[in-house]
């Protein structure tokens, strides 16, 4: 930061060199709280105490961040004030234990491994749906357009698949099904292989599918759109089809662009189910616009989507050149649960933490789950120091007892999956969440 002196700025050049090295990084943190800078001493200790959990120097420089300031001595004038000292305080001077949960539960990682995903379907603290924003388009070389203004968001994401922890499985079928022939594009025009097409996610809420889509953009170096129902739909008539349509254009003129569908079943419902004749059309709109005007015009658009409930998509979406590949994204499996526990974990104070007994104890957890299950332990934590007035580490009893607290959100999913997989399964459509079903004895 601007402000900071040469010394602090030097430390901090030196610990991002090295940031295995504990002492360094706790003498960064002591003058960080000696400076006033609570928060980013608070930072810093955690970050030693994941690499030293017993550290004694470590624990008592945590103890003092988040310690109440010490009360001013009976025979102090009141006049000149004492300098603040670290920690929270309320308006009135007295301690306020709300800013002591901020400094001890808000040391968290702005992204999870799966994001996850969104509200109702990212593990990823990752990425909250925020409605359309005014946003300059981008053009097909990636520069900044000033011709026209779009109210549709084009970035870019620098995930990978590499940053998914797990989900082996779902990475082999995802670069089979989807991603060999778009990087192979010598092999892909010596087999006739058109790049028309998408691919369509669905799984129980939660798996990380948003994140999913945007490590797909990743790969391919392309610009990235996420679109919900709430992004199109309009009260007034027409207008949401001519939503869909700028959406779209937008997307060709960005290209190669990674266009994500989010919640299709409400956005491309089946239309035999819908009453609102708007509703209906605007899903014509949407028909139209996969198959594109003309053979040439989705050239370069790679449309994904993702859906909690794919049997209430109309049919006519998953006609071969629409989104006619699926792919089932099921709960974390265990070295997938075991990196995002880690990664929930990273920068809040734990010691004793066996993260991978706790990734075997939660089978079918999602990675929404997951976030929460930690997030509970911290709470539990937090107020036991709150209560004691000493600030203590995040233990395995935190987590252990968290675990008793949170359950599986995936079990309603499954419930109406399976009758689905078993009665409603024409053409095969279901096979691999039978074969899951199956594994999992819960057929």
């Not at 004038?77 to 603040?84: D, L, M, S």
Request: hydrophobic share 40%.
């Amino acid at each position: 930061m601007s402000d900071e002196s040469p010394l602090i700025q030097s430390l901090r050049t030196a610990v991002a060199a090295a940031p295995a090295d504990v002492p360094l990084r706790l003498h960064l943190a002591g003058l960080l709280l000696d400076g006033g800078r609570g928060q980013d001493a608070i930072s810093e200790v955690a970050a030693a105490l994941q690499r030293d959990p017993g550290n004694a120097e470590a624990q008592a420089l945590m103890a003092r961040a988040v310690a109440p300031p010490a009360p001013p001595a009976a025979s102090a004038p009141a006049a000149a004030p004492a300098p603040a000292a670290p920690g929270p305080a309320s308006g009135d001077g007295s301690y306020d234990w709300r800013r002591a949960e901020g400094e001890l539960a808000d040391v968290v990682p702005p992204r999870f491994v799966e994001t996850p995903d969104d509200p109702g379907d990212s593990e990823h603290p990752e990425h909250p749906d925020e409605g359309p924003r005014p946003h300059r388009p981008l053009a097909a070389d990636g520069s900044d357009d000033p011709g026209e203004t779009s109210a549709w968001e084009v970035e870019r994401t620098g995930v990978r698949l590499a940053d998914i922890g797990g989900m082996d499985e779902v990475k082999e079928r995802l670069d089979a099904a989807f991603l060999a022939p778009m990087r192979n594009p010598e092999l892909r025009k010596l087999y006739g292989k058109s790049l028309r097409g998408g691919l369509l996610m669905y799984g129980p809420p939660g798996c990380g599918k948003t994140y999913i889509a945007r490590a797909v953009a990743g790969e391919l170096g392309a610009h990235f759109m996420s679109v919900s129902i709430s992004d199109v739909l309009d009260m007034w008539i027409g207008n949401s089809e001519r939503n869909m349509r700028e959406l779209f254009q937008t997307a060709r003129r960005s290209a190669p662009c990674v266009l994500f569908l989010d919640e299709l079943d409400a956005l491309g419902a089946k239309r035999s189910q819908l009453r609102h004749s708007g509703l209906r059309t605007t899903v014509n709109q949407l028909l139209a616009e996969l198959d594109g005007v003309d053979a040439e015009a989705n050239e370069g658009l790679f449309v994904l989507a993702a859906t909690n409930h794919p049997w209430d998509v109309d049919g006519a979406l998953r006609r071969p050149g629409r989104l006619d590949r699926t792919l089932l994204v099921l709960p974390p499996d265990q070295p997938a649960r075991e990196a995002i526990l880690r990664h929930h974990l990273a920068d809040r104070p734990i010691a004793g933490v066996d993260v991978r007994k706790l990734a075997k104890r939660t089978d079918g957890f999602s990675g929404a789950d997951l976030k929460y299950l930690c997030e509970t332990a911290a709470e539990r934590a937090l107020m036991d120091s709150v209560r004691t007035g000493q600030a203590r580490m995040i233990g395995q009893d935190d987590l252990l007892a968290a675990l008793g607290q949170v359950r599986p959100s995936t079990r309603p999913w499954f419930d109406t999956a399976r009758n689905v997989a078993q009665f409603a399964n024409e053409g095969g459509t279901y096979d691999d969440l039978l074969a899951y079903l199956k594994s999992k004895r819960m057929l």
